[in-house]
């Protein structure tokens, strides 16, 4: 690990000041990615801002209805929580379905939407990566690619998010609050915060430089069943090589977002309108514009067969 | 010391006296500082009950602060990196992996490890059960193990839900429950199946 110092905010704005002035500064919450990824020198930050401190760890309803959610709550305690547990079930479906006991303990709402995006080429600092080094190269694209992205890739950059809640949270069309370095706070649609790889890569969410997460604020329940489907290799502690989070009103018609496949959480809400026709027709529609590679095109079979489950679990409990 | 007092954990103690010189060697190295980095911080601990009180490079995660400042070496470093779930402690009550989180991260906390769990004279329940059912071979990552399986027990008593619970507010003890909340601690013996009937076995007891 590179030297770095650090300092415990108690303050957003002027930890928000702080890094925005401080060349090479970094926030730490749980710190479960930006650690793991500094003892490998991959992430080498000069100062820490430790914002563990700053009281936002409260879940609390809005004005309209919805819940406003700290970005220093845990995993566990949002996937815990009983308003989540009773209107917003797909969100703690897929919390739960990440990560271990010990990581949801520690891993906050907002350093979750902010893990890199990475593949095992990014890990390995002996390979290229247009992520780690820009203008490197990518060893994934002819390497091993099983795990990686099949929407939203670049020429570039091909790998997948591998957030589960942030799938959910796409789903139900959360806003990320902030506050920026000039102590102005803006509220970032979810499907604006991540960003496509493109030409670069290493930029992956929407924050300008000091710019801290807040809160993450979700609408008012949508009602329905919510269901997320996680598929990987190993039953428990494992990335998604595909995962579909689902809300299913009584009608038939459905809202869908996929993890696993997409270099952001995935959602295109025009493909809720096949809802009604079935499995395929859903399968059809989400993958259209998909771009794979020789390892993982079967991620696409795999899409299918996930959603088609989904749809029979629902048909046998109804 | 005669060769026949020469102990594993004096041993060991012994090299974490030279792992603490290794930095000097390093610090040799052309790395660009940073004004002020390197800089030693106080940082104050309650570990199994007792204050502590360390100077610490703010890069020491909690793990390497137990084991090579404390000399607490129950907490095993298997991965480094929180796959293994070798260095798992309570903190404030909650297990968490100690090699991802920096020692100054918890300064005015309390940690407890698998020294603070119970002692050779007073076994903790789940130390005794892990003896009754066999719930290891080697036991490197039995500290871990032992520090996440009565974490467990109380997140399933507080009525937080898993990834195999059914219905999301109604949380209840089994072996798939058990195996799910425990997958973040890898036993390379492979234990696990009596790992899960020692848990069984306190929980048991505890509901008795």
Request: aromatic share 4%; net charge positive.
């Amino acid at each position: 690990m590179r030297p770095f110092t650090y300092e415990r905010a108690t303050d957003v704005a002027a930890a928000a000041r702080a890094a925005g002035s401080v060349q090479g500064a970094r926030f730490i919450a749980g710190g479960t990615n930006l650690l793991d990824l500094m003892k490998l020198q991959i992430e080498t930050p000069t100062h820490l801002i430790d914002v563990n401190h700053l009281g936002l760890d409260r879940i609390e309803k809005t004005d309209d209805g919805g819940l406003r959610i700290g970005a220093l709550v845990r995993n566990t305690d949002l996937a815990a929580d009983k308003a989540v547990r009773r209107d917003y079930g797909v969100l703690s479906r897929a919390l739960l379905a990440g990560a271990s006991g010990q990581l949801r303990n520690k891993a906050t709402t907002g350093g979750n939407l902010l893990q890199r995006t990475r593949c095992p080429y990014f890990y390995d600092t002996r390979m290229p990566c247009n992520k780690r080094k820009a203008g490197s190269g990518c060893g994934a694209m002819q390497g091993m690619s099983r795990s990686l992205a099949i929407l939203g890739v670049s020429d570039a950059c091909i790998a997948q998010h591998p957030s589960d809640m942030a799938v959910a949270m796409r789903l139900l069309d959360a806003q990320v609050d902030t506050m920026g370095a000039d102590g102005v706070a803006r509220a970032i649609p979810i499907a604006d915060f991540h960003l496509l790889p493109g030409d670069t890569p290493h930029k992956e969410t929407a924050l300008k430089a000091g710019e801290i997460i807040t809160s993450v604020t979700l609408p008012k329940p949508i009602g329905g069943t919510h269901v997320y489907r996680k598929v990987r290799d190993r039953a428990s502690y494992a990335f998604a090589l595909v995962s579909v989070a689902a809300v299913f009103d009584k009608d038939g018609s459905a809202r869908f977002a996929f993890g696993g496949i997409g270099a952001k959480p995935w959602r295109t809400p025009t493909v809720d309108a096949a809802a009604k026709h079935g499995a395929k027709a859903v399968a059809e529609a989400a993958l259209s514009g998909a771009r794979t590679t020789h390892h993982n095109d079967f991620k696409k079979l795999l899409v299918e067969r996930t959603l088609t489950s989904l749809y029979r679990q629902r048909e046998a409990r109804a | 010391m005669s060769s026949d007092q020469l102990t594993r954990r004096g041993l060991l103690q012994g090299s974490a006296v030279l792992a603490a010189a290794a930095p000097t060697l390093s610090a040799a190295a052309p790395t660009p500082k940073t004004s002020g980095a390197n800089a030693m911080m106080p940082v104050e601990l309650t570990v199994n009950g007792r204050e502590v009180h360390l100077q610490l490079d703010p890069r020491t995660s909690l793990l390497d602060a137990l084991r090579e400042h404390l000399h607490l070496t129950g907490t095993k470093k298997g991965c480094d990196h929180g796959q293994c779930g070798a260095c798992t402690v309570i903190v404030e009550g909650r297990r968490i992996n100690s090699c991802l989180t920096l020692a100054v991260m918890h300064d005015g906390e309390k940690v407890t490890t698998i020294e603070g769990l119970g002692t050779p004279d007073h076994l903790h329940a789940m130390q005794k059960a892990f003896i009754v059912h066999d719930g290891y071979q080697c036991g490197y990552c039995t500290p871990g193990q032992i520090c996440s399986a009565v974490s467990v027990l109380e997140e399933i008593e507080a009525g937080i839900p898993s990834h195999v619970t059914a219905d999301l507010n109604d949380v209840a003890i089994s072996d798939a429950e058990l195996r799910e909340r425990m997958s973040g601690n890898i036993c390379r013996c492979a234990a696990y199946p009596n790992i899960i009937a020692a848990m069984r076995d306190v929980a048991g007891e505890a509901k008795a």
